[in-house]
T-cell receptor, first 115, second 114 residues
């Protein structure tokens, strides 16, 4: 398997623009996680999907952030409008069943810079 | 709420020397504990995990960790480091009551000198 695939790997945009990050989980995994990594806050969970349904979005910073999972093989994280403080590395991870007994496999991340 | 502290921000170790990374957790019940490694430009990879049973856990790449309830610790060790072990290491804690959520420590960066 190719592992978790994220695109783009790097994104530079200007404040106010819309940003869309994409994730393809490992085939057969029914749980998907979006994380954000910053120097100030470390690694934090933004949203968790199970069977394509958002289960916990309490980590989503504000209404500018939205995430969707239209099918088992694709998810997006959208920021609209983007702000400089959104600059971070965004990771997608997937696991089988979602429970912690199952390993979460992380993608390589998308490094976002908002100017 | 569960939380994790990694007291060391940066550790430098010589190749072939032993390595120990510290992790302290805060959680009322028996925690689920994890160590992940992040190489530059890469995602996180699970090294090992502890849920119950034997408190000494073996992982990949020659790493092991020991759960010590009395000290609320889960320190990671490797007897002899290789240059390829240079990376950032994250300790994480989860719980059975919220069994998908991981709380990560701030990470420890390991530099390996020749």
């Amino acid at each position: 398997d190719a592992g978790v695939i994220q695109s783009p790997r790097h994104e530079v945009t200007e404040m106010g623009q819309e940003v869309t990050l994409r994730c393809k989980p490992i085939s057969g995994h029914n749980s998907l996680f979006w994380y954000r990594q910053t120097m100030m806050r470390g690694l934090e969970l933004l949203i968790y999907f199970n069977n394509n349904v958002p289960i916990d979005d309490s980590g989503m910073p504000e209404d500018r952030f939205s995430a969707k999972m239209p099918n088992a093989s694709f998810s997006t994280l959208k920021i609209q409008p983007s702000e400089p403080r959104d600059s971070a590395v965004y990771f997608c991870a997937s696991s089988f069943l979602g429970a912690l007994q199952e390993t979460q496999y992380f993608g390589p991340g998308t490094r976002l810079l908002v100017l | 709420a569960q939380s994790v502290t990694q007291p060391d921000i940066h550790i430098t170790v010589s190749e072939g020397a032993s390595l120990e990374l510290r992790c302290n957790y805060s959680y009322g019940a028996t925690p689920y504990l994890f160590w992940y490694v992040q190489s530059p430009g890469q995602g996180l990879q699970l090294l090992l995990k502890y849920f119950s049973g034997d408190t000494l856990v073996q992982g990949i790449k020659g790493f092991e960790a020991e759960f010590k309830r009395s000290q609320s610790s889960f320190n990671l060790r490797k007897p002899s480091v290789h240059w390829s072990d240079a990376a950032e290491y994250f300790c994480a804690v989860g719980s059975s009551s919220n069994d998908y959520k991981l709380s990560f420590g701030a990470g420890t960066t390991v530099t390996v000198r020749a």
